[in-house]
C-alpha cells in the first residue's frame, strides 16, 4: 500500500511530479486545529510550512493513528511542538539549506532599501512628492552578522562583494568558518554592535533568543545604525525597535518578520508606517527558485525516511542536490 501524505499549506507543484507516483497525497490548506486533528491519524507524514501549528494535541492525534514522520517544507521548526514530537516517536524533518540564497538576498536586499528610504521613498513618489532625501551607501560600512549559520554566511559573502567590512557572532565557535570567508569573528555582541554600521539577524527563534534585540541590547548600537531582520519577529521586541528609532539609535530598519503575522500590536503597527522602516510580509522563502527546492527537498525527506524506492525523486533530487553543492550549502 502506498503511503498516505498530507500537505496542509501551499507547496510547488514539483513536489507531486517527484513523488506522487509512489505516494498517495492529498493537499488540504486553511484547516483549522479541530479538522487537522480529526484528520492527521489517517496519515504517515504530514507536511506543512510556517501557517499550520504542530502542537501537542495534533501530534498525539497522529500518534494514536499511522503518523510517523512531519516535515517542514522550510527552516524554522518554531511551529512545530518538538518535544511532543519525541516524546510521541514522531520523526520530524525539514529542509534548511533550500531557502538560504533566497533569505540572504533578501536581507541585502533590505539593508539597500533602509539605507536609501527605497520604501518610503517610492511611497511618497506615488503621493505626486518629487522631493529628494539623503540616504546612505553601504560600501566600506560595517556590518555585523548575529547568527553565522547557512543565511549569516551567504549574507556575509553578498555583502563582502558590495564593498562591506563584515564581522560575525554567534554562540558555537566560527572562528574558522568566519577566517576562509574573510569576515572577522567577534565575541563580545555588545561591544560588536556598538562598532556596526550594519546588523543583519539570522539566529533561530527559541526561548533563549525571544526579545534578544530588547532596550538593552539595542541601546550597545552605535547611534544611526541599520538594523535588519529576516530571521523570526520575536527575536526583536518591537516596542523597543520603536523606542530606538524614535531616538535615533536605529537610523532605518528592514523587517520581513514581526512577533504576530499579520501585525496586531500598536507597536507593530507604528513599525508598519514609519517613514525609515522597510517591511515584508516574511516572504524570504518566497522565491519560485527556493519553494521549488524546498519542495523537492521535502520530497527527497520524504523517500529517505519511508525508504520509497521511486525513480522519480532520485533525478529531480539530484539535480537540485547539485546546484546546492555549488552554492556551497548541500542538501
Ligand atoms: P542556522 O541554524 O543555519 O543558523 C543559525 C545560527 O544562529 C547558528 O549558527 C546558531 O549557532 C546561531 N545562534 C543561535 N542562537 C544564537 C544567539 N543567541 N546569538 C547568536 N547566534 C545564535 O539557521 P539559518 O538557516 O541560517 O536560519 C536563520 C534564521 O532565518 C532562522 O530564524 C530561520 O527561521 C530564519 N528563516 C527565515 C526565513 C524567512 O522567510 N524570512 C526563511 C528561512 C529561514
Given at each position: 500500500?502506498?503511503?498516505?501524505?498530507?500537505?496542509?499549506?501551499?507547496?510547488?507543484?514539483?513536489?507531486?511530479?517527484?513523488?506522487?507516483?509512489?505516494?498517495?497525497?492529498?493537499?488540504?490548506?486553511?484547516?483549522?486545529?479541530?479538522?487537522?486533528?480529526?484528520?492527521?491519524?489517517?496519515?504517515?507524514?504530514?507536511?506543512?510550512?510556517?501557517?499550520?501549528?504542530?502542537?501537542?494535541?495534533?501530534?498525539?492525534?497522529?500518534?494514536?493513528?499511522?503518523?510517523?514522520?512531519?516535515?517542514?517544507?522550510?527552516?524554522?521548526?518554531?511551529?512545530?511542538?518538538?518535544?511532543?514530537?519525541?516524546?510521541?516517536?514522531?520523526?520530524?524533518?525539514?529542509?534548511?539549506?533550500?531557502?538560504?540564497?533566497?533569505?540572504?538576498?533578501?536581507?541585502?536586499?533590505?539593508?539597500?532599501?533602509?539605507?536609501?528610504?527605497?520604501?518610503?521613498?517610492?511611497?511618497?513618489?506615488?503621493?505626486?512628492?518629487?522631493?529628494k532625501e539623503r540616504g546612505l551607501e553601504l560600501y566600506g560600512k560595517?556590518?555585523?552578522?548575529?547568527?553565522?549559520?547557512?543565511?549569516?554566511?551567504?549574507?556575509?559573502?553578498?555583502?563582502?562583494?558590495?564593498?562591506?567590512?563584515?564581522?560575525?557572532?554567534?554562540?558555537?565557535?566560527?572562528?574558522?568558518?568566519?577566517?576562509?570567508?574573510?569576515?572577522?569573528?567577534?565575541?563580545?555582541?555588545?561591544?560588536?554592535?556598538?562598532?556596526?554600521?550594519?546588523?543583519?539577524?539570522?539566529?533561530?527563534?527559541?526561548?533563549?533568543?525571544?526579545?534578544?534585540?530588547?532596550?538593552?541590547?539595542?541601546?550597545?548600537l552605535k547611534p544611526g545604525a541599520i538594523l535588519v531582520n529576516t530571521?523570526?519577529?520575536?527575536?526583536?521586541?518591537?516596542?523597543?525597535?520603536?523606542?530606538?528609532?524614535?531616538?535615533?539609535?536605529?537610523?532605518?530598519?528592514?523587517?520581513?518578520?514581526?512577533?504576530?503575522?499579520?501585525?496586531?500590536?500598536?507597536?507593530?503597527?507604528?513599525?508598519?508606517?514609519h517613514p525609515r522602516v522597510v517591511i515584508t510580509p516574511h516572504i524570504?522563502?518566497?522565491?519560485?527558485?527556493?519553494?521549488?527546492?524546498?519542495?523537492?527537498?521535502?520530497?527527497?525527506?520524504?523517500?529517505?525516511?519511508?525508504?520509497?524506492?521511486?525513480?522519480?525523486?532520485?533525478?529531480?533530487?539530484?539535480?537540485?542536490?547539485?546546484?546546492?553543492?555549488?552554492?556551497?550549502?548541500?542538501?
Amino acid at each position: 500500500m502506498k503511503p498516505r501524505i498530507l500537505v496542509t499549506d501551499s507547496l510547488h507543484r514539483v513536489f507531486w511530479e517527484a513523488l506522487g507516483g509512489c505516494a498517495d497525497i492529498e493537499q488540504r490548506r486553511g484547516l483549522g486545529k479541530e479538522e487537522l486533528v480529526k484528520l492527521v491519524p489517517g496519515y504517515d507524514v504530514l507536511v506543512v510550512r510556517s501557517r499550520t501549528r504542530v502542537d501537542r494535541d495534533v501530534l498525539a492525534a497522529g500518534r494514536q493513528g499511522r503518523l510517523r514522520l512531519v516535515v517542514r517544507a522550510g527552516v524554522g521548526l518554531d511551529n512545530i511542538d518538538l518535544e511532543a514530537a519525541k516524546q510521541y516517536e514522531i520523526e520530524v524533518a525539514n529542509t534548511p539549506t533550500a531557502s538560504s540564497q533566497s533569505v540572504a538576498e533578501l536581507a541585502i536586499g533590505l539593508m539597500i532599501a533602509a539605507a536609501r528610504g527605497i520604501a518610503w521613498l517610492n511611497h511618497r513618489a506615488r503621493q505626486g512628492a518629487w522631493s529628494k532625501e539623503r540616504g546612505l551607501e553601504l560600501y566600506g560600512k560595517t556590518l555585523l552578522v548575529v547568527g553565522f549559520g547557512r543565511i549569516g554566511r551567504r549574507v556575509a559573502m553578498l555583502a563582502k562583494a558590495l564593498g562591506l567590512i563584515v564581522k560575525a557572532y554567534d554562540v558555537i565557535d566560527i572562528t574558522s568558518a568566519a577566517r576562509n570567508l574573510g569576515v572577522e569573528p567577534v565575541k563580545d555582541l555588545c561591544e560588536a554592535l556598538g562598532e556596526a554600521d550594519l546588523v543583519s539577524i539570522h539566529v533561530p527563534l527559541t526561548k533563549h533568543t525571544y526579545h534578544l534585540f530588547s532596550d538593552k541590547l539595542l541601546g550597545c548600537l552605535k547611534p544611526g545604525a541599520i538594523l535588519v531582520n529576516t530571521s523570526r519577529g520575536a527575536v526583536v521586541d518591537p516596542e523597543a525597535l520603536l523606542r530606538a528609532l524614535e531616538t535615533g539609535r536605529v537610523y532605518a530598519a528592514g523587517l520581513d518578520v514581526l512577533e504576530h503575522e499579520p501585525p496586531i500590536t500598536d507597536a507593530e503597527r507604528k513599525l508598519l508606517e514609519h517613514p525609515r522602516v522597510v517591511i515584508t510580509p516574511h516572504i524570504g522563502a518566497s522565491t519560485e527558485e527556493a519553494q521549488y527546492r524546498v519542495a523537492v527537498l521535502a520530497a527527497a525527506k520524504i523517500a529517505e525516511k519511508l525508504g520509497l524506492v521511486c525513480p522519480e525523486t532520485r533525478s529531480i533530487v539530484a539535480r537540485v542536490c547539485k546546484e546546492l553543492d555549488s552554492m556551497g550549502l548541500g542538501c
